[in-house]
């Protein structure tokens, strides 16, 4: 691993200090991380300016909800449940109807009605939320991936990470749920970063744990040398959140549904930095590429034009 950061270091590699320094500081204000810390506000905010993003079914505010969740969602054969203020994947409950009426979990194991409310009430509670503050919950779509996806994931949702700056998509990669991250596509608990070419939406290597992998752990499929279909409109969708948000450096999560196409998962003020690893390069040299230039890209066109032009990976 330290030989992978030295080589990084030498094409640009970008730190925690220098990422919380030169970009989310200057360019982050305070008073603007609501609008992507708070899951609820975010999908008010694409729901307002017609960004697809997976349905909200149920919301519950306080304790009392708890009870009468189960006939709400009485219709739906499916669904995720979350935090509104959570992070790193934490508190994320994946539901689904058992043959015989009752609950079951993404791993296939059932769970009984006291226990999903167990689950509601603790994420109530804060067990799940930035600061342990006391939550709101969301129950929604319950995702379907793109076959594209099928050979190289493991029972959960793979999502496309872009790190967006004003507004100009700079570096990507796709995140491939494993059995070590239980089906999450948490980087921290075991999924696999495999890195995207801005120009052309091809996945390169991938980075799982402290190893450079060509393939996926359990299914042994390569995970490289696939195409994401209809990149350029991903390329746009990050685009778009710069205006939406003020926010200058900004991760957007995308993931791909098969029916519905991409839909915006969640935003992230302080997107990790594994990014560069995937993707064998640096970003402080794209990022202050962009802080020359930005003034000149009026719109989203310009912008998402200029990346596929400056940040082609190989």
């Not at 993931?255 to 839909?263: A, Q, S, Y």
Request: hydrophobic content about 40%; glycine content about 12%; charged content about 20%.
């Amino acid at each position: 691993m330290f030989g992978i950061l030295k080589g990084l270091r030498e094409k640009g590699v970008l730190g925690i200090n220098g990422r919380n320094a030169r970009f989310t500081l200057k360019y982050n204000p305070r008073r603007l991380y609501p609008l992507v810390d708070d899951k609820l506000r975010t999908k008010k905010l694409a729901q307002a300016n017609g960004i697809p993003i997976p349905e909200l079914y149920a919301l519950v505010e306080v304790a009392g909800q708890v009870h009468e969740l189960p006939e709400a969602l009485g219709n739906y054969s499916d669904f995720v449940v979350k935090p509104a203020h959570g992070s790193g994947g934490e508190g994320i409950l994946v539901v689904s109807r058992a043959s015989n009426g009752g609950l079951c979990k993404q791993d296939g194991k059932t769970i009984s009605l006291d226990e999903f409310k167990h689950h509601v009430f603790n994420t109530l509670s804060g067990l799940y939320s930035l600061g342990g503050q006391p939550d709101e919950v969301l129950v929604e779509y319950r995702v379907e991936f793109d076959p594209l996806f099928e050979k190289i994931s493991y029972e959960g949702i793979p999502d496309i990470r872009i790190v967006v700056m004003f507004g100009v998509p700079t570096m990507a990669m796709v995140r491939l749920p494993t059995k070590e991250s239980d089906g999450k596509a948490n980087l921290h608990q075991g999924a696999i970063g495999v890195g995207i070419c801005i120009a052309k939406g091809a996945t390169l290597r991938g980075v799982w744990k402290n190893d450079i992998v060509t393939e996926h752990p359990d299914t042994g499929n390569p995970v490289t040398g696939l195409t994401i279909p209809g990149w350029d409109r991903l390329l746009e969708l990050s685009s778009m959140w710069y205006e939406l948000t003020g926010l200058g450096y900004l991760g957007v999560d995308i993931v791909l549904d098969k029916t519905l196409g991409p839909l915006t998962l969640e935003l992230n003020a302080r997107p990790g930095l594994n990014i560069q690893v995937a993707n064998n390069c640096g970003l402080l040299p794209r990022l202050e590429m962009v802080e020359r230039y930005y003034g000149d890209l009026k719109n989203v066109a310009q912008r998402v034009a200029f990346a596929k032009e400056n940040f082609a990976s190989v």
